[in-house]
């Protein structure tokens, strides 16, 4: 995966975000779903975010979604859950859209904990290897 750039800086950040409807009642099935899908991806587009995959299942969704390094996870969470209850009840009215306050995220990238930690250590012994 390719590093992504803003003015300051350059990230390759993904979050994978999870959350259900009130009460976990499975409403989110056609159409709501092919809707819900349309709001998202609106929702993504307006923010600069980038929608690696999504999954709107009965019961809840799975969104998986890089964002810069200056938006933080709740901060996607509320715009994702927010505006896409707002957008649907607004357009539509034959479902009443809400979420939870609960949900769920998760960090991914393309270096493991290990590679990082094994990189700052090198950078020790470079610095001790200089000061000789």
Same mark, same amino acid.
């Given at each position: 995966?390719?590093?992504?750039?803003?003015?300051?800086?350059?990230?390759?950040?993904?979050?994978?975000?999870?959350?259900?409807?009130?009460?976990?009642?499975?409403?989110?099935?056609?159409?709501?779903?092919?809707?819900?899908?349309?709001?998202?991806?609106?929702?993504?587009?307006?923010?600069?975010?980038?929608?690696?995959?999504?999954?709107?299942?009965?019961?809840?969704? =799975?969104? $998986?979604?890089?964002?810069?390094? !200056?938006?933080?996870?709740?901060?996607? +969470?509320?715009?994702?859950?927010?505006? %896409?209850?707002?957008?649907?009840? =607004?357009? $539509?009215?034959?479902?009443?859209? !809400?979420?939870?306050?609960?949900?769920? +995220?998760?960090?991914?990238?393309?270096? %493991?904990?290990?590679?990082?930690?094994?990189?700052?250590?090198?950078?020790?012994?470079?610095?001790?290897?200089?000061?000789?």
């Amino acid at each position: 995966m390719e590093a992504k750039s803003t003015r300051h800086s350059r990230y390759n950040i993904f979050y994978h975000l999870v959350w259900i409807p009130k009460y976990r009642r499975k409403t989110l099935e056609e159409p709501t779903k092919t809707r819900l899908d349309t709001i998202l991806r609106e929702i993504a587009k307006e923010k600069g975010l980038e929608i690696s995959a999504l999954e709107i299942m009965p019961d809840h969704i =799975h969104l $998986f979604v890089s964002s810069p390094p !200056q938006h933080s996870p709740s901060l996607l +969470v509320n715009w994702f859950k927010g505006i %896409s209850s707002r957008l649907y009840n =607004h357009r $539509f009215k034959d479902k009443h859209i !809400q979420w939870t306050n609960a949900y769920y +995220v998760g960090t991914a990238g393309t270096v %493991s904990k290990e590679n990082i930690q094994k990189y700052i250590e090198g950078q020790t012994k470079c610095q001790d290897t200089k000061a000789e």
